[in-house]
Each structure stands twice: as C-alpha cells, then as structure tokens.
C-alpha cells in the first residue's frame, strides 16, 4: 500500500476544513473561516454549527478539486472527533460518517489536540520532524498544553491551562483595549513597535507545569482602569507599550514552564502548534532558547498552525498506517483527551 489517499475534515470550532494527504505529503488544505463571530467579540457556539452545516460540502469539494483527486480514489476519510464544541463537533463527525460508508471506506477519529502536535509530520521541504522524545507546546484561543511526546500515539499532558487558553489572555486583553477580535495578531504587530518593559504586569503562581491566565486579563483590566481615571487618553497614547508590556508577559510565563518542563524531563527538541504559535515574540523566544538552552525547536508552516484538516489527515494517514480504524457507531466527544 504506497499510494495512500485520505481525506481529513475538521470542524471542532469556528474553522470548516478538508485536506486531502498523498502518503505523508499534503495535495491540498483548504479552511472556510467563519468571520460572523467577529461581530460578537468570540465564537458563538450555535452560530459555528450553522456555518459549518453550509460550508462543510462545499469545502470537501474544494479539496478534492484542489488535490486533484476523485472521491473513488480515497482510501479512508479521517474526522475531528473531539475535543471541540459539541454542534460543531457532530457536523464533521456526522459527514465522515456518511460519506466512508457512501464510498465503503474505512473511518478514522482523530484527536484534535493529537492532530495539532503530528502537523509536525508533514512532509513539507524546509521542515524537519521532530525526533521522540520531544515536548509539544500547543497554545491557541482554545488550547494551552505542554505534552511530552514518546511516539506518534504514546503522548502525555504535563502541563494544561486551569482557566483561559494563552490565545484568550491575548484577545481579552485587547477587547479592553478596545482591539478587534481576534486581537493576538495586532497585538504582536504592535508590540514590535512598543517597549514591553513599559508597564509591569504579575505573573500568576501556579504549581508545576500548569498555566493560568485567567487573572492577567483582570490586572489588564484593573491596571487600565485606574491609568484611565487619571487620563482618559492613557490607551491611545501609550496602545504600543501596553500591548509590548502584555506580551512579554505572556511569552515570559510560556517560556518559564518550557524551561521547567525541558529541564525536568530532559527533553530538549521543542515543537510548537496552535494559532499562537504565529505570535513573532515567541519564535523569538523559542530561537533564543537554542542557544541560551541548548533546545532545538519546531515550528510548523503556519497553515499548518492554526486549525486545519492537514493535520487531521495527516494523523489519520499514521493511524491507517497502524490499521487503527473507528467502529460506525463512533461519537463525538467534547472533552476528549489526548
Ligand atoms: O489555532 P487558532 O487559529 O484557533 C483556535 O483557537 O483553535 O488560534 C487562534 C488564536 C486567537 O486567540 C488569536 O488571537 C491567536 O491565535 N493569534 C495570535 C497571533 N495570531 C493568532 N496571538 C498572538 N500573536 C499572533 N501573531
Ligand atoms: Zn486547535
């Protein structure tokens, strides 16, 4: 068996997404953004469901089309089966089902948070996989973990968030700021012009390798506040060095717990995934760890970052590899772990 074709979808959030894999090498990956959250501020679950109801046809079209391949070549289909939002969750999952037994192939579930950390496999010039063991730090508006990685299917968390995603410390900070959401981009785009020792912002205690983020947006909100009573134009005059400020308070709790984790475990190849990992003061701080740390790190093509179906077809492709198929009568799971 050479010649593996498999269609992955991905509808755990606000993305619609179908990729087609060719053995290890992706023909194709295509995402149907949902932009009517932006109006609300953060994804509305019900809403995301709809979407995807009308995008997920279409989509898979799209990456058949793009990948130059016909249904009756696929070998499996592989679906997101968790963890997720619920309706959004059982569009994909419901779509696989039906389109596997329409074509007789076998079904693959896929643990999205598995799918983040094997993106990393890809076949793609320029990217080298990480070798076993390796530490995976996925951080993105709905996931912060570090997960010690032994083999492609032998993964443990070590280290998750115990309230907000690092994604959502970066858009909750910049709604009181009064940014657009998502606001991690623009922050990063202005903390490049900003000083991020302007304005001091405490970091929370959590034990071991856990994160919190929850109490950084409320000393944001706290510190704004009070600078806005003696000034009401403290935002607009200082909006670089906050944001400057917020994100290095950010990547300073990231790379704390990367520091421990590494030291703790011996681990020194570092791979990130997840939106966040776009974020330009982390790549930094991820290079600047090679040679402060001795780490070696990877970062994915960021098409590859943000959810996408590349990376559930390319879990699928290992797990076909190992013949582990999903029985018909397989659920979603909103709370599934890794
Ligand atoms: O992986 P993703 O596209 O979707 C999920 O949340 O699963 O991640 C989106 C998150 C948002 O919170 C967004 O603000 C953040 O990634 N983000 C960034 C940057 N680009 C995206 N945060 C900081 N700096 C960036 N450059
Ligand atoms: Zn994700």
Redesign the pocket.
């Known amino acids: 068996s050479e010649n593996i074709y498999i269609l992955g979808i991905e509808s ?4 619609t997404a179908a990729a087609v894999i060719h053995n290890g090498k992706i023909l194709s990956n295509v995402v149907a953004n949902q932009t009517i959250h932006e109006a609300y501020g953060g ?1 509305v679950p019900e809403l995301a469901s709809r979407a995807h109801q009308q995008n997920i046809v279409p989509v898979v079209h799209e990456a058949l089309k793009k990948a130059n391949v016909i249904k009756d070549q696929l070998h499996a289909i592989a679906f997101t089966r968790g963890p997720g939002l619920m309706g959004s969750l059982l569009v994909g999952t419901s779509f696989a089902k039906s389109l596997a037994l329409g074509l007789n192939i076998p079904l693959i579930d896929v643990n ?1 948070m598995q799918g ?1 950390i094997l993106a990393h496999f890809i076949e793609e010039e320029g990217f080298n996989k990480p070798p076993f063991p390796f530490l995976a730090m996925t ?5 912060t973990q570090i997960v010690q990685v032994n083999d492609y299917f032998h993964m443990t968390v070590i280290g998750e968030t115990i309230d907000d ?7 909750k900070s ?1 709604k009181i700021l009064g940014l657009g ?5 623009e ?3 202005r ?1 490049k012009l900003g000083n991020p020792k302007a304005f001091k912002f405490t970091k929370p205690k959590v034990e071991g390798l856990n994160f919190s983020f929850s109490g950084l947006k409320t000393a944001v909100l706290y510190f704004i506040q009070k600078e806005v009573k003696a000034n009401p134009n403290f935002v607009e005059e200082n909006l670089n060095d906050i944001c400057a400020s917020i ?1 290095h308070t ?1 990547i300073g709790i990231l790379i704390d717990k990367l520091k421990r984790a590494s030291k703790e475990t011996g681990i020194t190849h570092i791979a990130i ?10 790549r930094q701080a991820l290079k600047d760890g090679e040679s402060k740390f001795g780490w070696t790190t990877y970062i994915p093509k960021f098409e590859f ?3 996408n179906a590349a990376m559930i077809a390319i879990t699928g492709y290992l797990k076909f590899l190992e013949g582990d198929f999903a029985q018909s009568n397989i659920a979603a799971s909103a709370r599934l772990k890794i």
């Open positions: 755990s959030c606000d993305d994804v999205h983040h951080i993105s508006g709905g996931h995603a690092v994604g959502e410390a970066f858009d910049g959401y998502p606001a991690g981009p922050i990063d785009k903390a994100q950010i995934g997840g939106g966040v990992s776009a974020n330009s003061g982390i970052t943000t959810d």
